[in-house]
């Protein structure tokens, strides 16, 4: 069955670090999404991508914050200067939009620590 | 924006019997719920998701319901089982029929079901 695969699955960072979270959405998919949760809450919208280009973005994906399509297959978020807050689990997603069920498939999380 | 408030934040049920879970929406124009069960240390997982052209969808032990004039929806399962426990969010969107994909899902606080043997 296809999944979302995303890598690492954890990282621990110093304040103020540049990071990278990588991400493999579902081959034939066309929408991507970030997500993140913060340990014990609900799973917040960070970043919807389509046709190269950022289509949504909520009020937690500021100017520290950039998504990258850089090849067919992968889906990037970098944090520029990590901060504290920045802890939490990222989770990558999928959809593959028209003609699809609409389902999100979401990856399994990459967690950040941020010290 | 979307606002999405779910409760209980915790239910726990002798196993076979029912548990519904509540949510409820601010914008009218949401016209997508996805039900979404997480086990510890994975991602959502979709279970059920209902559009606002229907008021009911059923498949198997879960079902769910949308009132669109109350801006209602909810989760029920049937004759749980221990492999319910889990966290459960409900979501709202509003999905572009015509662009294909969802905007970003705004979800619930989630609910911690817990299945007693």
């Known amino acids: 069955e296809p999944e979302v695969t995303q890598t690492p699955s954890h990282q621990v960072t110093q304040m103020g670090q540049e990071v990278i979270l990588r991400c493999v959405p579902i081959?034939?998919?066309?929408?991507f999404y970030w997500y993140r949760q913060i340990l014990g809450q609900k799973v917040e919208f960070l970043v919807s991508f389509y046709n190269n280009e950022i289509s949504e973005k909520s009020e937690i994906f500021d100017d520290q914050f950039s998504v990258e399509r850089p090849d067919g297959s992968n889906f990037t978020l970098k944090i520029r200067s990590t901060k504290l807050e920045d802890s939490a689990m990222y989770f990558c997603?999928?959809?593959f939009g028209l003609g699809g069920t609409g389902e999100l498939f979401f990856g399994e999380g990459s967690r950040l620590t941020v010290l | 924006g979307e606002n999405v408030e779910q409760h209980p934040s915790t239910l726990s049920v002798q196993e076979g019997d029912s548990a519904v879970i509540k949510c409820t929406y601010s914008?009218?124009?949401?016209?997508?719920f996805p039900w979404y069960k997480q086990e510890l240390g994975k991602g959502p997982q979709l279970i059920i998701d209902i559009r606002s052209n229907v008021g009911e969808k059923k498949d198997q032990r879960i079902a769910v319901t949308l009132n669109k004039t109350a801006k209602h929806f909810s989760l029920h399962i049937t004759e749980t089982q221990p492999e319910d426990s889990a966290v459960y969010f409900c979501a709202a969107a509003l999905y572009l029929y015509s662009g294909g994909g969802a905007d970003g899902l705004t979800f619930g606080k989630g609910t911690h079901l817990i299945i007693q043997p």
């Open positions: 914008d009218s124009a949401s016209n997508y």
């Open positions: 997603a999928s959809t």
């Open positions: 081959s034939n998919h066309l929408y």
